[in-house]
Every structure is written in C-alpha cells, then in structure tokens.
C-alpha cells in the first residue's frame, strides 16, 4: 500500500504547487530543495506577509533576550569589581 502525502496551505487549504527544486551540497551530502506555494497568488502573499511577521518578531524577541544577556554579564563584572575592591 503507497501512502501519498498533502502539501496543503497553511491559510485556505488548498493543495501547494512546486515553484522550483534545486539541489544543494553540505559535506559529502546532496539535498534535495523544493520551493511550495499556494496557486491562489492573493492567498500566497497574505501567507508571505504573515511569515514576514513572524520573522520579525522572532528576530525582535531574539534580540532583546541577547540585551538582557549582555546587561546580566556586565551587572556581574561590575559586582566582580566592586567587591574586588572592598577586600
């Protein structure tokens, strides 16, 4: 028994077309890349325009949590310091 499997979209459903394939090597592998979209053009740039979101927001969260990293690490050279020079 061949199972077959769906590539639907992930906002009106409806089954992704192939834009293009291509293929890349990593090390001493070859992959395989394939490009999807939506047939409905509308629905893929509303698609496109909420992944840009997403993308944004990740890239935002991520770099405030690298501020707050940074902060932390100099809040402890500076009580590394001060302590230092109380002794």
Known sequence: MKKTF??????CGK???II??????????VIINTETACPDKECQAEVE????????????????SEKRLQSRKDSSKKNKKAKAKGK
């Open 6 to 11: 769906g590539n639907p979209c992930s906002r």
């Open 15 to 17: 089954e992704r077309i």
């Open 20 to 29: 293009r394939t291509w293929k890349e090597k990593v090390d001493s592998s």
């Open 49 to 64: 325009k909420i992944n840009r979101k997403q993308q944004e927001r990740s890239a935002s969260l991520k770099r405030e």
